[in-house]
């Protein structure tokens, strides 16, 4: 059964630094999210992502990130320089249509230090 | 703005016993609905999901869930949970408003154990 990958698993990385967050999406969906969930809290819509540009952000999607499908496979989240609240984990999802239910990959946990 | 309540951060349950996990939410328009379940180190898989319909909704691994438009709700159950449905359980609203595809909003979700 295709699924959602994300790369890494894990990442570690000093504040100010940039990461990149690396999502395989499902191969004929269209539609690509990233969602965020800080320890202990929801689970956060970041940005979706349709006809290679940001159909929707959230306030936490400041100018800090950015979004890229570089090829016909990967999805990527950049964090240009990380804050300690950027703490969290990742998760990308795809979808095939508007109206389809959301994949999940397993997400990324990112730790700012 | 839309927003989901779980109300309840963990439930314990034996094995064989019936589930119900709780779920409100607050939304202006007709809602899509959602369940998901992460298992540990595992991504968020979908349960079940109610668009329109019929208001009971069927999903997999035995689990449905009732949509309740009087009392904004969308409680999730199973008759019988196994020792495999330990997991965390999250309700999620869809929110069509903002653009041309939705968005979910998340419950804080439930934990699950089930002792044997």
């Known amino acids: 059964e295709p699924e959602v990958t994300q790369t890494p698993s894990h990442q570690v990385t000093q504040m100010g630094q940039e990461v990149i967050l690396r999502c395989v999406p499902i191969?004929?969906?269209?539609?690509f999210y990233w969602y965020r969930q800080i320890l202990g809290q929801k689970v956060e819509f970041l940005v979706s992502?349709?006809?290679?540009?940001?159909?929707?952000k959230s306030e936490i999607f400041d100018d800090q990130f950015s979004v890229e499908r570089p090829d016909g496979s990967n999805f990527t989240l950049k964090i240009r320089s990380t804050k300690l609240e950027d703490s969290a984990m990742y998760f990308c999802?795809?979808?095939?249509?508007?109206?389809?239910?959301?994949?999940f990959g397993p997400g990324t946990r990112l730790t700012v230090l | 703005a839309q927003s989901v309540t779980q109300p309840d951060i963990h439930i314990t349950v034996s094995e064989g016993a019936s589930l119900e996990l709780r779920c409100n939410y607050s939304?202006?328009?007709?809602?899509?609905l959602f369940w998901y379940v992460q298992s540990p180190g595992q991504g968020l898989q979908l349960l079940l999901k109610?668009?329109?319909?019929?208001?009971l909704v069927q999903g997999i691994k035995g689990f449905e869930a009732e949509f309740k438009r009087s009392q904004s709700s969308f409680n999730l159950r199973k008759p019988s949970v196994h020792w495999s449905d330990a997991a965390e359980y999250f309700c999620?609203?869809?929110?069509?408003?903002?653009?041309?595809?939705?968005?979910?909003?998340f419950g804080k979700g439930t934990l699950l154990t089930v002792n044997p």
């Open positions: 999802a795809s979808s095939p249509g508007q109206y389809n239910e959301q994949f």
């Open positions: 191969s004929n969906h269209l539609y």
């Open positions: 992502f349709y006809n290679n540009e940001i159909s929707e």
């Open positions: 939304y202006g328009a007709t809602p899509y």
């Open positions: 109610y668009f329109s319909g019929d208001t």
């Open positions: 999620a609203v869809g929110d069509l408003q903002g653009g041309s595809n939705y968005k979910l909003t």
